[in-house]
């Protein structure tokens, strides 16, 4: 599991690569917990994202919570359609702002 | 007084006091029974009070063979409890099971035998069987434990608490009701397809879904049934558990993700947002280890004489048809039952549960049906359980037969299997059933005069039988793809065929079968009594005749495009569901009497084609009844006669006037609630051959509407 961030109009962006499940969400979330900025927003950019597994789910709502938590505003963006899929049957996908690219997310983040 | 409270995120207990295969373990919580996520690990635990030694047995997910394999020390055993936390495992990337040592003495009922591989009988996910038919994986350890996340966000979610008397059921099979193509879901076949197809009941109306067998079970297991030519036959239905802890994981969309406990909680979140309740038909009449020649999955290994009902000599009775008998009313296998329904209470959110074959639940060890059953009566009073619907299929396959006697404590329904028969055999102009048709549509007091007519499930069609369709068009069962020769399923099905068996052109036999239909249904949403659809009916949806279909996969799926062939029928059912809701009048919580509680009409009246004059005699094939409380009449006539006959309508006694909701004679069968159309006529009218006529009184303006009202 790989994380990149960068800004773009003033929104953070962090790019997830690879599988986030059991193995990896305790330490995706520690970082992810880390790059959270102290105010303004964060995109999560999910295109990257192989594999996604119920430990993977959690970790991402409990760090959209704590952001929710800070006055964070928080997206998930492009996220893959099998995973996407997933989300929607358990219910997941409700729960987040979801935009369909990184820039439709930054616009939203960023008004 | 300080705000803050010291977070110990560390348990004092968190470390090892043992090493066993190279885990390191401690002695675990008995309770709660499964397997537990906790702080660093999982606690296990397993009971069995006949066993000698238990071990647990530790797979990566989908490989063929175990990791690991940990004997319970003596120090983690209370009683017949085997409990230990191992730490260090990933909950979500392992399966488990056990081995149960012990005698094997089939004569002593003792059937233990350590080379197996044990199923969890509290195992909250089965992995392995994902996808639809596939058989399951390894020989070694086919139905495989596996740990679930017990975290789900229900964002306030509850039980709805819905009143059983403003209850509207509809029957449907998970899988059959958005398998076929034409249903357009995303994800067909599954939990996550039934939310899809959530708008589909709201519009319809009903607000309460029975959902066919939803725990674990193996649809591959067809006893050895030797298919005809190419039919593939599966355990299609589900009357038949694995694990009753487990959603079945090919129902659900995500369950390759281990996902199934939160895609089935979502629906039932869905489901309550949707102002719509969730029953589950559930089979704890028997399981799916079958006799001493089927397979051992779960309880046959862990405590075979505790569990299942045993012959003296050892082997299984076989009150339920399939082979065994859980033994209900033995206090562990009862704690069992208790444990399971309170899971899916708490756990799930279900609304409520149908009890298949509930009638073997009232017998004791030994067979006998007992006045008092420990089971039934714990259930009843459980405060977990208080306000959850138990509605009892009260009879079994070894001949008890309690429709209207099963033990209630007045808190038990039943599917209401006299309604059914009653209903099938007037319509179709048997004489003699005039004064039981009575009874029956008054939500039958003969049978329920204690509990009222919520306690009388009332259905004309159900899973288990013709569809509504198949029932006027069929007069004999085609059962020849079941592979029995066509034995299988009920003989005596009081159908009619209209004239034809089976498929036609004929337009007066299509004429009749739509109008034979549209009765059927009127008498079931007007009648006293928590009124059942089943799934499909609604749309015309056909079984080709066979009327035993739980073996059958494409066959028994809902082919959606019936909801715009019969798009009238659909409509007329809509409005007989939305009339039904909007008169209170015919969903009485206590039985109509002949008392008049406004001092103008009685609770109920009976009618014949002279008002005041019913014609209760043998060869009677027309009756009409006026309900009236509170302001709210409806009048319902009906003629199972192949000829016409005037009818002279009661008269109302205020300014209020007689309109037409429905005439299954005319054009129009029903109309939009609300804006019935006023009878020219008030004083009689024309109820056409083998037709039923509904009625209502209001003031012609809208005005003398009565306010919802509550007994």
Known sequence: MELSKYMRDGVTVVSLEGDLDSHSAPEAHSDLAELLPGAGSMLLDLHRLRYMSSAGLRMLLLTYRRARDENVRMALAAIPDEINALMAATGFLDAFTVTSTVSEGVRELAT | ??????????????????????????????????????????????????????????????????????????????GGAYAMTVLGLDADSIEYGYRADGPWQPEAGHRFDRDRILSDPYAAVISGGERWGEPRGGDLYRHRAALSYQDFDWAGDRQLDLPLRDLVIYELHVRGFTRHPSSGVAAPGTFAGLVEKIPYLKRLGVNCVELMPVFQFDENDTHGRQAPEG??????????????????????????????????????????????????????????????????????????????????????????????????????????????????????????????????????????????????????????????????????????????????????????????????????????????????????????????????????????????????????????????????????????????????????????????????????????????????????????????????????????????????????????????????????????????????????????????????????RLIAMMFADHGDCVYLAVNAHWEGHEIELPQLPDERRWHLFADTWAACAAREPGQEPVLDEQDWAFLGPRSVMVLVARATDGIGQREEWRT
């Open chain 2, 231 to 620: 039919v593939r036959l599966y355990n299609y239905w589900g009357y038949s558990t694995v694990a009753f802890f487990a959603p079945h994981a090919a129902y659900a969309a995500t369950s390759e993700y281990g996902m199934q406990v939160d895609e089935f909680k979502n629906l039932v979140k869905q489901l309550h947002r949707n102002g719509i309740e969730i029953i589950l038909d559930v089979v704890f009449n028997h399981t799916a280890e079958g006799d001493e020649r089927g397979p051992t999955i779960s309880f046959r290994g862990l405590d075979n004489r505790t569990y299942y009902m045993l012959t003296p000599e050892g082997y299984y009775y076989n009150f339920s048809g399939t082979g065994n008998t859980l033994d209900c009313n033995q206090p562990v296998v009862r704690g069992f039952v208790l444990d399971c329904l309170r899971y899916w209470v708490s756990e799930f959110h279900v609304d409520g549960f149908r009890f298949d074959l509930a009638s073997i639940l009232d017998r004791a060890s030994d067979g006998t049906p007992l006045p008092n059953p420990p089971l039934i009566e714990a259930l009843a009073a459980d405060p977990i359980l208080r306000d959850t619907k138990l509605i009892a299929e009260a009879w079994d396959a070894g001949g008890l037969y309690q429709v209207g006697s099963f033990p209630n404590y007045c808190r038990w329904s039943e599917w209401n299997g006299k309604y059914r028969d009653t209903v099938r055999r007037f319509l179709k102009g048997d004489i003699g059933t005039t004064g039981e048709l009575a009874t029956r549509l008054l939500g039958s007091p003969d049978l329920y005069g204690e509990r009222g007519p919520t306690a009388s499930v009332n259905f004309v069609t159900a899973h288990d039988g013709f569809t509504m369709h198949d029932l006027v068009s069929y007069n004999e069962k085609h059962n020849d793809a079941n592979g029995e020769d066509g034995n299988d399923g009920e003989s005596h099905n009081r159908s009619w065929n209209c004239g034809h068996e089976g498929p036609t052109d004929d337009p007066e036999v299509l004429a009749l079968r739509g109008r034979q239909v549209r009765n059927a249904l009127l008498l079931l949403l007007c009648a006293h009594g928590v009124p059942m659809l089943l799934a499909g009916d609604e749309a015309g949806r056909t079984q080709h005749g066979n009327n035993n279909s739980y073996c059958l996969d494409e066959p028994s799926w809902f082919d959606w495009s019936l909801t715009e062939t019969n798009a009238d029928l659909l409509t007329f059912t809509r409005r007989v569901i939305a009339f039904r809701r909007s008169h209170p009048v015919l969903r009485r919580q206590l039985h109509a009497t002949g008392r008049s509680p406004d001092g103008v009409l009685p609770e109920v009246s009976w009618h014949g084609t002279r008002a005041w004059t019913p014609d209760w005699s043998a060869h009677s």
């Open chain 2, 1 to 78: 007084m300080s705000a803050t409270t010291p977070d110990w995120t560390e348990r004092i207990d968190a470390y090892p006091t043992h090493r066993i295969a190279g885990f390191d373990v401690r002695a675990g919580r008995p309770l709660p029974f499964g397997a537990t996520r906790v702080p660093g690990g999982v606690n296990f635990s397993v009971y069995s009070n006949n066993a000698t030694e238990m071990t647990l047995v530790l797979f990566q997910r989908g490989e063929p063979k175990p990791f690991a394999e940990l004997t319970f020390p003596g120090a983690f055993r209370t």
